[in-house]
T-cell receptor, first 109, second 119 residues
Framework: AQRVTQPEKLLSVFKGAPVELKCNYS??????LFWYVQYSRQRLQLLLR??SRESIKGFTADLNKGETSFHLKKPFAQEEDSAMYYC???????????FGQGTTLQVKP | GAVVSQHPSRVICKSGTSVKIECRSL??????MFWYRQFPKKSLMLMAT?????????EQGVEKDKFLINHASLTLSTLTVTSAHPEDSSFYIC???????????????FGPGTRLTVL
């Protein structure tokens, strides 16, 4: 079964602390993974895609096929990073995105 | 580029009435659009895949006669909630793929959402 799991509902850190938002997936084919972010009262927007191997706003995510994980990391959290983060799995068969439950990141001053 | 709009942003209606929500791709053509429902502080639940020129594909458990989807053009999909009831109150979000311009086949661009409240 295709599934995305984000085990933490809420992650609260202080400004300047490292952040890791966990994401594990279950997929029988070759996965395509994304991180989407939803700031307060804004639409969902793409943060990272694994195929691009990019760093956006200081965030990075590495696909680990052995551990079936795609954790999102940032070495020094900023207050403006406070938002809801969703990990999503793309199904090449259907073109659908399967979303995790989401993790609220709260960065305290 | 790749902007998706939704209209209205907020609607309040009486129980038993029907409500139409529009989703438009503003600067690209979208043969496929998706409709989601989002509950407070929860994940997005895919309701259906809207295909231009053909019938929508509904996810298991979603009533197709309740949630009518029409994708009449390459830039417009509509979701009509028929005979709405208070339990239909939710945040409805659409998305689209810009196959001509995006890096990843599965990447989706999201609209701002429509808050439906049924009294």
């Amino acid at each position: 079964a295709q599934r995305v799991t984000q085990p933490e509902k809420l992650l609260s850190v202080f400004k300047g602390a490292p952040v890791e938002l966990k994401c594990n997936y279950s997929y029988s084919g070759s996965p395509e993974l994304f991180w989407y972010v939803q700031y307060s009262r804004q639409r969902l927007q793409l943060l990272l895609r694994h195929i691009s191997r990019e760093s956006i706003k200081g965030f990075t995510a590495d696909l680990n096929k052995g551990e079936t994980s795609f954790h999102l990391k940032k070495p020094f959290a900023q207050e403006e990073d406070s938002a809801m983060y969703y990990c999503a799995l793309g199904s090449s068969n259907t073109g659908k995105l399967i979303f995790g439950q989401g993790t609220t990141l709260q960065v305290k001053p | 580029g790749a902007v998706v709009s939704q209209h209205p942003s907020r609607v309040i209606c009486k129980s038993g009435t029907s409500v139409k929500i529009e989703c438009r791709s503003l600067d690209f053509q979208a043969t496929t659009m998706f409709w989601y429902r989002q509950f407070p502080k929860k994940s997005l639940m895919l309701m259906a895949t809207s295909n231009e020129g053909s019938k929508a594909t509904y996810e298991q458990g979603v009533e197709k006669d309740k949630f009518l989807i029409n994708h009449a053009s390459l830039t417009l999909s509509t979701l009509t909630v028929t005979s709405a009831h208070p339990e239909d109150s939710s945040f409805y979000i659409c998305s689209a793929r810009d196959l001509g311009g995006q890096i990843s086949y599965n990447e989706q661009f999201f609209g701002p959402g429509t808050r439906l409240t049924v009294l």
